[in-house]
């Protein structure tokens, strides 16, 4: 099955993202093809944008590389549940799909938001191969996100365009749309697999989001200034005592910054009224 090659992700809004992952074929991910083109990282960014261009690609290829990482896992969470309802928008990219929730589910919880999950009518299997000892793909597959659950409910959210993008292969647009008319309740039982949970993918992008607004640390990784603390520490008070009128009849103590001896003492000065020897100090 073919692939384009995809660069970076522009858009860092978590609607955006979840097009990109739930847009993936899981056959096309196991075959090893490549699907993002990586930069080398460089010491300094010119830009923003060139800061997003270089890590939002190695972002989305680190989820890659965990969700292949969870199809080859021999240890699974895995089920097959009846499909009960398709509710979206007639033009929204997005659908939820309601599953009778799996039996286990009464005594704890088995999935939570945001698990990425593979939804197929088709049991996955990885030994179904052809005279070349090529993965044979199953028709009606995608990935899916957990999106809430309620007692005998499990809530799925899929990305079942209608349109194409140009961030979307063809090919896999044509998987999707068709996988949006056969999915409906009389279609039975699904096969629900899960894959890892998007909490920590979600924050990387968040921050990225932030970044390509020109909030947070975004401007001072892509605009760096080597006089940023020169400037700042020419505004601090040379004196480090933060008091700027010490009490002479204090002990004060100093010590060197690179010494590591015990700091010198020098003892407080004597109040006037103590220099006679059985004076009565007084305290004015």
Known sequence: MGSERRGGFFNPSLDDMNKEILGWDVYTMLSGEAMYELKKVPVHFSSVDQYLDVFEPLLLEESRAQTLRSLQSQDVTEHQLKLQAVRGEPHEPF??????????????????????VLVSHEQLDLERVDDEGQLVPQQFHALALVNGSSPGTLALKLYL?????????SVHLKRLAVLRKVMVPSSGSWWIRKLGNMVTINREFQVRARARA???????LANPNPNRNRNRNRNRNPNPNPNPNPNPYLRRCTRSPSSRSPPRCSPPATPPSCRRRRSRCRIT
Do not use: M, V
């Open 95 to 116: 659908r939820i799909a309601n599953f009778e929730a799996p039996p286990e589910a009464t005594t704890k919880p088995l999935y939570f938001d945001t698990d990425l």
């Open 161 to 169: 365009p209608e349109e194409g993008t140009s961030r979307l292969p």
């Open 214 to 220: 020109g909030l947070g640390l975004g401007l001072g």
